[in-house]
């Protein structure tokens, strides 16, 4: 079967730096996908890996080891607004994304 | 670019009455879109894959006949929840994707659906 593990929920301090981790098993694999997703709202696109290795963009990184079926997403110089769950999304054979419940980060000042 | 409009944001209906939620593309065609079903602290869950001017495919689980999709453009759709009960109350997504970069998909706003 398809499964996503993820923690359900974190809590960091502002400025902090924090790593949501998530493990995976789909049939097949064509990347995967962060997202963020404030309550309340729709998903928003964060960070796609195909290939291993960490892919940086700004405050926010994503990792990828396809033979462990493991990624991260890590989150530098953490603000009040980056309170929200991230969803760790990888994409299967059939080019299906496979969505996890997603982790509630909590960032305390 | 790649905005997408979805409304209403937010609905409220009686038992066994009928919502359409409308999903629009305004700056971009695409011809794949889905809708997902969110639940409270659950994952996204893909109701159906619909192709502009071909029939939607739907999940296991999910009753066509009850989910009424209407992809008629390229840049419309439209989810229609027929004979709605309180179970159907969850948060509904649409999302498109923008011909094969498999990158680019695009989420509307969302729309809460409360049925009573």
């Known amino acids: 079967g398809q499964n996503i593990d993820q923690p359900t929920e974190m809590t960091a301090t502002e400025g902090a730096i924090v790593q949501i981790n998530c493990t995976y098993q789909t049939s097949g694999f064509n990347g995967l996908f962060w997202y963020q997703q404030h309550a309340g709202e729709a998903p928003t696109f964060l960070s796609y890996n195909v290939l291993d290795g960490l892919e940086e963009k700004g405050r926010f990184s994503s990792f990828l080891s396809r033979s462990k079926g493991y990624s991260y997403l890590l989150l530098k110089e953490l603000q009040m607004k980056d309170s929200a769950s991230y969803l760790c999304a990888p994409m299967d054979s059939n080019y299906q994304l496979i969505w996890g419940a997603g982790t509630k980060l909590i960032i305390k000042p | 670019g790649a905005v997408v409009s979805q409304h209403p944001s937010w609905v409220i209906c009686k038992s066994g009455t009928s919502v359409k939620i409308e999903c629009r593309s305004l700056d971009f065609q695409a011809t794949t879109m889905f809708w997902y079903r969110q639940f409270p602290k659950q994952s996204l869950m893909l109701m159906a894959t619909?192709?502009?001017?071909?029939?939607?495919?739907?999940e296991q689980g999910v009753e066509k006949d009850k989910f009424l999709i209407n992809h008629a453009s390229l840049t419309l759709s439209t989810l229609t929840v027929t004979s709605a009960h309180p179970e159907d109350s969850s948060f509904y997504i649409c999302?498109?994707?923008?011909?094969?970069?498999?990158?680019?998909?695009?989420f509307g706003s969302g729309t809460q659906l409360s049925v009573l």
């Open positions: 619909s192709n502009e001017g071909s029939k939607a495919t739907y």
């Open positions: 999302g498109w994707r923008v011909g094969a970069e498999i990158e680019k998909l695009f």
